[in-house]
């Protein structure tokens, strides 16, 4: 009789412990599953939001440069300059400059977030 309980007490503390280290290990899988995707989406959210925002300004800063010099350059020259420049030249300085500063300003900002 003794035998048949330590039996039963043997066969219920493992039942008990294999279901408490499964449920364990249930948990911690759930919680590494639910951390990695949390981490993916933080990550894509992150990528999305940074080529948007260097998208925007790129194309702010390049519109507003191009405004810009385009009506400086415009005005009237004097004489010297006006003989030395042409219309095919001052277009050709536009767009140089702006592309340079273009990439001065996008190597800063992600100098600066990473």
């Known amino acids: 009789m003794a035998s048949s309980m330590?039996?039963?007490?043997?066969?219920?503390?493992?039942n008990t412990?294999?279901?408490?280290?499964?449920?364990?290990?249930?948990?911690?899988l759930?919680?590494?599953?639910?951390?990695?995707?949390i981490n993916a989406l933080i990550i894509a959210l992150?990528?999305?939001?940074?080529n948007a925002l260097t998208n925007a300004l790129t194309n702010a800063l390049t519109n507003?440069?191009?405004?810009?010099?385009?009506n400086e350059l415009t005005k009237p020259l004097p004489n010297a300059l006006t003989d030395v420049l042409t219309n095919s030249s001052i277009i050709s300085?536009?767009?140089?400059?702006?592309?340079a500063l273009t990439n001065a300003f996008t190597n800063a900002v992600f100098s600066e977030l990473f």
Do not use: G, K, P
């Open 93 to 99: 300085l536009i767009v140089t400059l702006s592309i």
């Open 30 to 37: 759930i919680n590494l599953w639910i951390t990695a995707l």
């Open 6 to 14: 330590t039996t039963a007490l043997i066969s219920a503390l493992t």
């Open 64 to 70: 507003e440069i191009i405004n810009t010099l385009t």
């Open 46 to 50: 992150s990528n999305t939001l940074s």
């Open 17 to 28: 412990t294999t279901n408490a280290m499964t449920s364990s290990l249930t948990d911690i």
